[in-house]
T-cell receptor, first 114, second 110 residues
């Protein structure tokens, strides 16, 4: 079974631009979660999508948004980029059922904001 | 709000040693706890998942225990190898959100 894939793997943007990251979950998984990882703040939860609906949300500004498609693939968008948005963005998929929430992570997208 | 703490932040041991990594959490109302390893610049690899009703899980040289009442989990690594060098993270699922510790950076010296 193929793992979680994320594209692109690396991205360089300038302040004020916007960016879209993509995540394809493991086949059959319906839940996709997004995380931001920085040296200072560690891993922080952004949001979770399940069956095309945002099920949970972390404490990030509205510049961070996401969506999930009917095939469970998910995209994350960050608008008006700031230097502090430079981070490794990880997505994780899980079956999403209450009886099985084991998360499997993708390799991440390294975003650098100049 | 759930807070997850991992001690120690870094650990350096000679090859072959058995070692224990600690994870503590403030809210015992967790659904499950998961241990991951992360290699530099890479994503997270799932090691073990413990449901809230379980006390421990084992996979090869790894054994993870969970004590919900005291808000603690330990990851035991037997006969450590240089390939075990990585950052180890624990995460708890609490009200449909995962909360991560800041990790323990392990270095196993040949």
């Amino acid at each position: 079974k193929a793992g979680v894939t994320q594209t692109p793997r690396y991205l360089i943007k300038t302040r004020g631009q916007q960016v879209t990251l993509s995540c394809s979950p493991i086949s059959g998984h319906r839940s996709v979660s997004w995380y931001q990882q920085t040296p200072g703040q560690g891993l922080q939860f952004l949001f979770e999508y399940f069956s095309e609906t945002q099920r949970n949300k972390g404490n990030f500004p509205g510049r961070f948004s996401g969506r999930q498609f009917s095939n469970s693939r998910s995209e994350m968008n960050v608008s008006t980029l700031e230097l502090g948005d430079s981070a490794l963005y990880l997505c994780a998929s899980s079956p999403g059922r209450t009886t099985n929430n084991e998360q499997f992570f993708g390799p991440g997208t390294r975003l650098t904001v100049l | 709000k759930q807070e997850v703490t991992q001690i120690p932040a870094a650990l350096s041991v000679p090859e072959g040693e058995n070692l224990v990594l600690n994870c503590s959490f403030t809210d015992s109302a967790i659904y499950n706890l998961q241990w991951f390893r992360q290699d530099p610049g890479k994503g997270l690899t799932s090691l073990l998942l413990i449901q809230s009703s379980q006390r421990e899980q084992t996979s090869g040289r790894l054994n993870a225990s969970l004590d919900k009442s005291s808000g603690r989990s330990t990851l035991y690594i037997a006969a450590s190898q240089p390939g075990d060098s990585a950052t180890y993270l624990c995460a708890v699922l609490n009200f449909n959100k995962f909360y991560f510790g800041s990790g323990t950076k392990l270095n196993v010296k040949p």
